[in-house]
Structure formats: C-alpha cells, structure tokens
C-alpha cells in the first residue's frame, strides 16, 4: 500500500520505517524537508519518500496522522481536504494541552463529551478515521518486544472495513487489537495516555504498554 504519514516527528518517523519494514510504500510528510531529523531519517531509509503534507495526502491510499493535537487543524488544511476524502486515516493524536502536567497528570483540551479524534471526523465527514497508537510510546509502536506477551491497541471508528485493514496493519506490526466501537469511544482511548505517561513522569519507567485480559 502507499501510506502517507502527515507529521515527522518521532512518531511519524517511527511508523513510517515500519511500514517501510513491512513493504509498503512510505512518504513522510513535513513542513520542512531541511530539519536534521528528517535528513537523519532519509540516510537511515534511502527507499522512503519525503515531502510537504499536501505531497504526503495526494500520495497516500492511507494517511496516517502524527501531528501534535494542538497543531491538527492546521495540518489537515496544509494537506487539503480534498485530498484526504474518503481514505483511511490513522490518527495517532492526542489532544495534549500547552500546559505542564499536574503530579504527572496530563491536561487535554478535551473534555470526556468529547474527543480529538471526533473532532477530526467532522472536519473531513468522507474519510475513515481510526484511532490508533495512541496509547503506547513511540519506542514500542513497532514490533512491540515483552517477552512475547503480545501488548493490546485500542482502536475505534465509524467505517469497519477501515478498521479490519488498520487491524491488519496492527498484526503485522506486532499487537493484539481491541476494536472499542465507533468513534465516540475515543473520548476513553485517548486519555489512555495519560495513564501510560504518569509512571514515566513520576518514576521515570517509560518500557510499558496496555493488555486487555480475557477469559
Ligand atoms: N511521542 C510519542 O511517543 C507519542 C505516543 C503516542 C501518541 N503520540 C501523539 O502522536 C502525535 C505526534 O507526536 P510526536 O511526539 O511525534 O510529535 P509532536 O512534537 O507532538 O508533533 C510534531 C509534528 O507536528 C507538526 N506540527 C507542529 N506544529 C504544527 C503546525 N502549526 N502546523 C502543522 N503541523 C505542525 C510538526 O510538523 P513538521 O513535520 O513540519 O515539523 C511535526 O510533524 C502527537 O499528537 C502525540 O500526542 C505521541
């Protein structure tokens, strides 16, 4: 598949090798394709496109969004939203405010009503957002390693054909997936973050991920 990644930042970067790994086709969408990250990534993925973020969206059959959550909106107008209908959009975002966190405690600029990711669907009503990798660090989103306990990805949408297919990317990539509805359940999966972040911030213990146990 020829997957477009909107944002170059590490987790951007993380994903867009994996896909790379995976055999897919791969453009890492930026601002600015002079930012020694983005050379770094080019040297180290020579096979990987790079290019602006309406590049990347005209590119992509599926987009993946890793942008910070303050800076969506914006993102989204960059890469038109003509070019965005109708595909399947990874959104990775969390909608993390320009605030310090409080005892480790993230602040969102959400509310529980509400969730980034709805936000997004309104913004462009003809693609099929599905949340994912929200809710694990950047260092584990790929090919996740626990002893060969399998960590789980929440995801969530309003399309499920889109969410069998990201399913199937989450496979590849090493996780055990728990589709958690329709959209609305985003309200709930991105304050996961919150939670994955406290122990990094008040013990500095960053190498965990999320597993649902069932019988
Ligand atoms: N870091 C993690 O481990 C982690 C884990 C799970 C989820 N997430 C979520 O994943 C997303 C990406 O996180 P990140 O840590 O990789 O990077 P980040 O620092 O949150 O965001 C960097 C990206 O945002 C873009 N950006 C910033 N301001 C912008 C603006 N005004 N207009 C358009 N684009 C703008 C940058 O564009 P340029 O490429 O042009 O610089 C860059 O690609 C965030 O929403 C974060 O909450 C992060």
Same mark, same amino acid.
């Not at 013990?203 to 960053?206: A, K, L, T, Y």
């Given at each position: 598949m020829k997957v477009g990644i909107i944002g170059s930042g590490i987790v951007g970067r993380v994903l867009a090798t994996g896909f790379l790994n995976e055999g897919h086709s791969v453009m890492l969408g930026t601002r600015n394709i002079n930012k020694e990250d983005i050379i770094k990534w080019k040297k180290e993925n020579d096979n990987g496109l790079l290019g602006s973020f309406q590049e990347t969206a005209q590119f992509g059959e599926i987009i993946v969004f890793a942008v910070s959550g303050l800076a969506v909106e914006d993102a989204i107008n960059l890469a038109g939203k003509e070019h965005l209908s109708n595909k399947i959009i990874i959104d990775t975002t969390n909608p993390i405010a320009a605030v310090p966190p409080e005892n480790g405690v993230l602040k969102y600029f959400t509310t529980l009503e509400d969730s980034l990711m709805e936000r997004i669907q309104k913004l462009l009503p003809d693609a099929k957002v599905v949340k994912s990798? &929200?809710?694990?660090g950047n260092a584990f989103?790929?090919?996740?390693?626990f002893n060969g306990l399998k960590p789980t990805m929440f995801i969530c949408g309003n399309d499920d054909e889109a969410k069998k297919t990201v399913t199937d990317i989450l496979t590849s990539f090493g996780w055990e997936t728990e589709d958690m509805g329709k959209a609305e359940a985003a309200r709930v999966i991105e304050p996961l973050c919150i939670l994955w972040c406290i122990p990094g911030f008040i013990? &500095?213990?960053?190498t965990h991920a999320f597993k649902l146990l069932k019988k």
């Open positions: 990798f &929200n809710s694990v989103m790929y090919k996740p390693d013990h &500095n213990r960053w």
